[in-house]
């Protein structure tokens, strides 16, 4: 028995060697990854660097809507658009926790509300992005409670291998290669987050109506957020994003979503709502969106200026 | 719990260590707690079921032994079959009784129908059921004595690693393995250990893999192509085969880990040279139980060439019933009778001391395994419509085309099937029948062994990372718990 046990052990020893090994260089590789949404997760997660006095969280929507460096024109205030392409506030959430945890300069939060931010999901796009940081108890909160895989991720080691595939490794290794090579970045030189589309309006077959969802989980998660905010003094604007109007019919139950900005403006004293859906100014003119729901580069312009001139203003104003 | 599940990587090993540090006496006791604990897991109540059928054959067997007559002992043997076969009945086949004779109502226009009764299929009770009327119906034989300590007979019906699917194992040969003083043996862990892995490659690598191809693909049978329908059902034979002798072999593995043999299940039956061959190497445990039980207990092949046919047909029909309550599976059985009936009169038995050609060898090879993979047809069908639209749209060879986006669903735009994960899944196919043709063809054993240790621990770290990285960890059921 005691050689099997020697030998037993030593196999496993050198099996959990090779599989930490493999597990770092995948880790690594997927963090330097040269992907935006790895980008930002590294910055929030990792090197917690990042601490503007204006940060913007959220979906793909607010990262191609907000153009951090028109805010900082209007109010002289640094700026960050750290939404992530793909997610909603079930994920997403990691990164503002960990941001509240440690900003110090941190004036204004701004999140975005449109059709599908309150949808409950249990497959996260590139839930890969993630794969680095999770130990980390914003990420670990985050994702446990979505489904029972992300669940085993979180709390069993090497889990997450068990998901891999070619794109994660491949990613991984041109990842791995940057970083010991110095690879040129894509991300380029003062890069403040934001996203930008440039295509013009291309229209949706849409067949079936879209009935956007409101998961409990997600507004708990909005009101954790104002609540966290609100002990470090942090004024959270909540930007109802604007939907072309001829894309709108798609959509049902609109208000109901919507809705929920004006009833946390008035429950919150450090929530504002501004609501973009009848800004007839933008939700008329196709030049200004990429589909229904995206903004183009135009029209992203139009409504950050827009939304720089409310952040100029006090809540009385 | 599953054994390709987190909770059994737990529980086994603890199992192990606990059982290895008793004394040889008292492990029987951790191994039946062990066993119902593994099997409250999965459904708290079913465990009076298998309680049910331990205290009844338990006590039967003992009266048969005692009985001054044989008409006493038959009345507790007729006891014995009806309340096993009456549990079975009552839980598995109970609805299917009830649809087939509502329909012959409708048909005859009566009012009156049965209901139907919302039960679940208790986990592994054809297996349970079969092993515990072996064992009575072997001591009503006089081949065996009745087993006196009732926790040990306990342990014999409920034992973890065969409990739910199988090998069904005799009380003649099991039983002593339950009773005999195990001491820890080098050889034997690490030879369980690296079946376990085998079986784990074979059910998470292999089985799980095409299991969702084959799923999305019988779901969607209408509005599939011939080849696409035709590939399903080859990627289903590889399918069943990898995740029911995988299962065994995890059974295997998992026992022989315990000191306590268990039956070989699987002999590379996809290599069989005919129907007959196959059914000595597929299932071994159920086609031997039929045989003893059933086949010659009707007079076997020692009978009329007539009569004979007649019970071939019936052992196949009643193996096929078995297997679920639904006509698709006693058509299933229905064809292998007719196969093997077949080859009695074309005298293509394969078995004995034949000298075949190698070409002769690998056409019987190719031809019966194409037999069996369309038997399959019926086995995986729905119902019996749905199977012979399947052979109708195969048939069809008009519309045969091959486009990879027919293998699954998209989601999110993204198709679950690329032509990488196609080839990589063919290839673990290929591999796992190269491996299992070296095992039980070509000595490979023996050549794996005298391989050098850093050669033999990397094939293990190999499986190991296969097994992570390529297997499906969505934690598919093995296909025979249903039965």
Redesign the interface.
């Known amino acids: 028995?005691k050689?099997?046990i020697i030998r037993f052990g030593i196999?496993c020893i050198?099996?959990l060697i090779?599989?930490s090994l493999f597990s770092t260089f995948l880790k690594t590789g997927q963090k330097n990854y040269d992907s935006t949404g790895c980008y930002k997760l590294k910055l929030m997660l990792d090197e917690k660097s990042l601490d503007p006095e204006i940060i913007v969280f959220g979906s793909s929507v607010a990262e191609g809507s907000i153009i951090p460096k028109v805010l900082s024109e209007k109010t002289g205030k640094t700026s960050f658009n750290a939404a992530l392409s793909g997610r909603r506030i079930i994920d997403w959430n990691s990164v503002a926790f960990s941001f509240l945890d440690y900003t110090k300069n941190n004036k204004i939060i701004i999140l975005d509300i449109f059709p599908n931010a309150f949808n409950e999901t249990n497959?996260l796009?590139f839930p890969h992005e993630f794969y680095p940081y999770l130990q980390n108890k914003f990420v670990k909160r985050a994702l446990s409670p979505i489904s029972e895989t992300y669940n085993?991720m979180t709390s069993?080691p090497?889990y997450y291998?068990?998901?891999?595939n070619?794109t994660i490794i491949l990613n991984s290794i041109v990842g791995f290669r940057d970083l010991l090579f110095n690879f040129n970045s894509k991300i380029p030189d003062g890069y403040m987050g934001y996203n930008s589309i440039t295509s013009t309006y291309e229209k949706s077959n849409l067949s079936n109506l879209i009935k956007p969802e409101i998961s409990d989980r997600s507004i708990e998660l909005y009101e954790d957020i104002f609540s966290a905010a609100a002990e470090k003094n942090i004024r959270v604007v909540l930007v109802g994003t604007p939907i072309f109007i001829e894309g709108r019919r798609f959509y049902q139950n609109i208000d109901s979503i919507y809705n929920w900005g004006k009833r946390w403006d008035s429950i919150y004293t450090n929530v504002d709502f501004v609501n973009f859906l009848n800004d007839k100014a933008i939700i008329l003119n196709k030049n200004y969106f990429s589909n229904n729901t995206h903004l183009n580069d135009s029209g992203a312009m139009e409504l950050s200026k827009k939304l720089g001139i409310v952040l100029t203003q006090t809540r009385e104003e | 719990m599953l054994f390709n599940s987190l909770e059994y990587l737990w529980f086994f090993p603890t199992v192990v260590i606990i059982y290895y540090s008793l004394p040889s006496h008292k492990r029987w006791v951790l191994l039946l707690l062990a066993s119902y604990f593994f099997y409250m897991s999965w459904k708290v109540e079913y465990i009076f079921l298998i309680i049910f059928s331990t205290l009844v054959d338990y006590f039967l067997a003992l009266k048969i032994h005692q009985a001054k007559n044989s008409t006493q002992r038959k009345f507790f043997l007729v006891f014995s079959l009806v309340s096993n076969l009456g549990l079975l009945a009552a839980f598995k086949y109970a609805n299917f009784i009830s649809e087939n004779i509502n329909q012959f109502l409708t048909f005859t226009n009566t009012d009156k129908h049965l209901p139907y009764l919302d039960i679940l299929l208790p986990v592994g009770i054809s297996f349970y059921t079969f092993q515990t009327l072996s064992y009575t119906i072997d001591v009503y034989r006089g081949k065996i004595p009745p087993e006196n300590n009732i926790g040990r007979f306990a342990l014999y019906v409920t034992y973890f690693p065969q409990l739910v699917a199988g090998p069904i194992e005799r009380a003649k040969s099991f039983i002593p393995e339950l009773k005999k003083k195990v001491t820890f043996n080098y050889v034997n862990v690490v030879s369980g250990l690296r079946r376990i892995l085998w079986g784990l490659f074979k059910k998470v690598v292999v089985a799980d893999r095409v299991s969702a191809i084959v799923n999305h693909v019988y779901a969607t049978s209408d509005d599939q192509n011939g080849l696409t329908l035709l590939l399903a059902t080859y990627l289903f034979a590889f399918q069943i085969y990898c995740d029911f002798s995988g299962y065994s072999d995890i059974a295997i593995g998992s026992s022989r880990i315990l000191g306590i043999n268990l039956m070989e299940n699987f002999k590379a039956p996809y290599f069989s040279k005919s129907i007959s061959e196959f059914w000595s190497r597929w299932h071994i445990s159920l086609s031997s139980w039929f045989k003893d039980y059933v086949y010659i207990s009707l007079g076997g092949n020692r009978v009329k060439v007539s009569r004979m046919i007649v019970n071939i047909l019936i052992v196949f029909l009643v193996s096929g019933f078995w297997h679920g309550a639904n006509w698709t599976f006693i058509a299933w059985g229905l064809i292998h009778g007719l196969l093997l009936i077949s080859e009695y009169f074309l005298k293509l038995d394969s078995r004995g001391d034949l000298n075949f050609t190698p070409s002769q060898k690998l056409i019987r090879i190719i031809v019966s395994f194409n037999l069996v993979t369309l038997a399959w047809i019926f086995f995986r069908a729905d119902s019996i419509n749905h199977a012979f639209s399947m052979f109708n749209n195969i048939l069809t060879l008009d519309n045969w085309n091959f486009d990879i986006n027919n293998f699954s669903l998209a989601i999110g735009g993204i198709p679950l099937v690329t032509w990488p994960k196609l080839i990589l899944s063919f290839a673990f196919i290929v591999i796992m029948l190269l491996i299992e043709y070296g095992i039980y063809f070509n000595n490979f054993r023996k050549a794996f062994f005298a391989l050098n240790s850093i050669i033999r621990w990397g094939t293990y770290y190999a499986v190991i990372i296969c097994i992570i990285l390529f297997g499906n960890h969505g934690n598919v059921e093995f296909i025979y718990f249903q039965f």
């Open positions: 028995m050689l099997f196999f050198l099996l090779g599989l497959q796009y085993k069993l090497f291998l068990t998901q891999l070619t």
